[in-house]
């Protein structure tokens, strides 16, 4: 129960705090917007590309974390397009984006601020290396997947889908933060005292921000479309992405910090991007907004419960 109260429930307050303030209608969806596009664009990139620029990379990317977390996540999408295209019985480019729900997990508003509340600032190495590779691998699969089922359903070729993929990720500010941080690092390039010190303004700044914007951003959204869906969302990425991983971890040996944030950050609640994809293609936008909705406000509950699990 301390552990609710003393980490979980700061971080969801600031998350309420910007959904009453929008819903009371203190600010209105223009300046929601403009926050979220300030926090996604900008301040979240700023984050990584400081985060990665000085990390230890030999000693953080540890292939056992990145296999243990992505093959968790892997696991998910499979199980979330076979599902929908099987069992909810949706069109192939629908069932990719219910798959990209059960893929992509609140791996920075939400994982960072509760992992770093749980276990303090040097316990971010391992979600670090993990936040590092989550876009690039979840847009790049995501995308891949549905542009063959769009491919497949006009008859064209799939001999463009590497430049569809690279364009679309070359074009994400998460991703090109991250790329320019490890440029930094593996230069060993030193960034001037003033750019530093302005760099670790914006940088705290980006969390809180972020989550409250979070929580102007859900009032938007309604809980409708597909009730089964969104249940089997909420299962698939509050109760068996974290036990894959789980499992995976001791499987693989894992130490205990980065055991920790890998089954931590694979427990969180889906994160808006799954909505943008949805949106982006036109496809299952209220599956993704509904799943964001209901499995955020679950995540109160779960993500404590993992959390008391945790050695």
């Known amino acids: 129960m301390q552990a609710l109260i003393d980490v979980i429930l700061p971080v969801f307050f600031v998350v309420g705090a910007g959904y009453l303030t ?9 300046v929601i917007d403009a926050l979220m596009k300030f926090t996604q664009n900008f301040a979240i990139p700023v984050l990584l590309f400081q985060a990665i620029s000085r990390l230890d990379l030999g000693q953080t990317f540890d292939g056992a974390l990145l296999l243990s977390f992505y093959t968790g996540s892997t696991i998910c ?3 979330g397009l076979l599902a929908g295209r099987f069992v909810f019985k949706r069109d192939w480019e629908e069932s990719v984006a219910i798959g990209f729900v059960c893929l992509f997990a609140n791996s920075l508003m939400l994982g960072l601020s509760i992992t770093e509340r749980a276990f303090g600032a040097d316990a971010l190495g391992a979600n670090f290396a993990i936040v590092a590779v989550h876009s690039p691998f979840c847009y790049g699969l995501g995308i ?7 491919a497949r359903g006009r008859g064209a070729s799939v001999a463009s889908l590497p430049r569809a993929v690279l364009t679309a990720m070359f074009k994400n500010a998460l991703v090109l933060g991250i790329l320019l941080g490890f440029t930094v690092n593996l ?8 750019v530093s ?19 102007g951003v859900l009032v938007r959204y309604k809980v409708r479309g597909d009730a089964k869906v969104v249940a089997f969302v909420c299962v698939v990425t509050l109760a068996i992405h974290p036990a894959v991983v789980w499992a995976m971890g001791a499987a693989n040996g894992l130490g205990v910090g980065p055991f920790r944030s890998a089954v931590l950050t694979a427990a ?3 994160g808006i991007n799954t909505y943008v994809f949805a949106s982006l293609y036109g496809k299952a936008q209220k599956v993704a907004a509904t799943s964001v909705l209901v499995a955020t406000t679950l995540s ?3 993500v404590w419960l993992w959390l008391g699990a945790l050695p």
């Open 197 to 215: 010190e302005a760099v670790d303004l914006i940088v705290m700044t980006a969390l809180p921000m972020a989550l409250f914007g979070l929580g």
């Open 77 to 79: 999408f499979l199980l």
């Open 22 to 30: 929008v819903r009371l209608r203190l600010f209105d969806d223009v």
């Open 187 to 194: 230069a060993g390039l030193t960034l001037p005292s003033a």
């Open 268 to 270: 969180m609640a889906p």
């Open 300 to 302: 109160v509950l779960t």
């Open 144 to 150: 891949t997947a549905m542009e063959i089922a769009r």
